[in-house]
């Protein structure tokens, strides 16, 4: 009897201990943050600035397009005159690259972040608040430059803040572009058909840049590596090259269709405005795609498979959005299209700024420039060879830049390996 009242008497004082063990590591399981290398919550305050400042940057990004043709029909100028404000976008872009590596030796990230944003609000604000030709022209070169200043200044702090698993904080910072991307064109319609018209829809980023500045204005920001090359060891290697060169070649492959695939959905039988609302699965597929990618990327080690598996993805979208000749096989193509190239730059972006240890600004800043070149030049060389041999000979530049993009990765993955090799 007293064995069993000792056990009775035990028993319940055991389990009270193990419930309340239980208890008290359960929810800190359950509740546990994503940790980064360094140990800290993976979405700390510099990394959500970081997203909402790409976020800001990239609503006019994808706004501009539509803002361009609502700006066209009240000043009347051609197509030509049209070209010229995308070329000074990319001309501003392009010029960034030039000059972030140098600028961002001698500033710090902090004044250069809230610098550039208030250089790309104050060209969206020229842009948008004039009704000339010369100064919209202008306001639009400064958001390039500006605009491509805090895309590349946001790119290098969160690879300086994440290191290795820049991967995944780059492809989840453009989760939000992606949405913008869906949004930007949706809203600037509504505004145009409200008395505020579609300028309204353009100030809308500053509100959130305003916010981001007024939270985080205190924020320190992680210093870019205190060791920076010199010299000959200065110099980017060529597997970062060639890495840098496919982030250029993907840029310009999802410019294509952003630019045309308005006017080949048109050519299935579509009506012009059906076919621009139409375009908007083709940004809802990288919505999604980016999403799913952010979910896929948090274990180490699977950006290059998800890279093969995005390039392989985009082959097959757009082998059915170019051949096909029913509009809701174009669309799907389109749309599945999307998918794919979703995740190129982000994921390539991480690859090229990896295979540059402590030189990551100038890697940053290469690809911008290497961009801005490429999204001018392809679209243009699209639009001349339509016009020469209609529009379906034309986007055989398509596959071609999906090609060159394959054989870069190829040739960028293996160069390293052999540079590591060297090394070691």
Known sequence: MRDGAAAASVSPALSRALINKILRVAPARRTAPPRDAYGEAFRDAPTLLCYGALAGYAYWLYAYGPAL??????????????????????????????????VARR???????????????????????????????????????????????????????????????????NVGAAGCAVLAPLLLGLGQATPLGWRAALALPVLLLAGLYLRYRHQPLPPPPAARPTGHQARLSRSCWLLAAMVAVGIAIEFCPIYFGTEVLTSTGLRTAAAATAMSGFYLGILLSRIGGAYLIRR??????????????????????????????????????????????????????????????????????????????????????????GL???????????????LLLLAGLRTATAEKRIAA
């Open 69 to 102: 043709a609502l700006l066209r029909s009240e000043l009347h100028f051609s197509y030509t005159l049209l070209g010229v404000y995308s070329a000074l976008w990319s001309a501003g872009a392009a010029l960034a690259g030039v000059s972030f590596a140098p």
């Open 107 to 173: 500033l710090p990230r902090a004044p250069l972040l809230w610098s550039s944003m208030a250089g790309a609000t104050a060209g969206i604000a020229l842009f948008t608040a004039t009704r000339t030709v010369a100064l919209t022209l202008t306001g639009a070169a400064i958001t390039g430059f500006a605009g491509t200043v805090l895309l590349t200044c946001v790119q290098a702090i969160l690879s300086d803040r994440h290191g290795e698993r820049r991967d995944q904080a780059l492809v989840e910072a």
């Open 300 to 389: 180490a080690g699977r950006a290059v498979p998800l890279l093969c598996v995005s390039l392989a993805v985009t082959t097959a979208g757009f082998g059915i959005f170019w051949l096909a000749g029913q509009p809701a096989l174009a669309i799907a193509g389109l749309t599945v299209c999307g998918v794919g190239l979703a995740n190129l730059y982000p994921l390539s972006l991480a690859l090229t700024l990896a295979a540059a240890p402590g030189n990551g600004d100038t890697a940053n800043a290469r690809t911008q420039l290497l961009g801005g070149i490429l999204v001018t030049a392809a679209p243009y060389l699209l639009g001349r060879l339509a016009d020469h041999f």
């Open 392 to 406: 379906h000979a034309a986007f055989t530049i398509e596959p071609v830049l999906i090609g060159a993009a394959a």
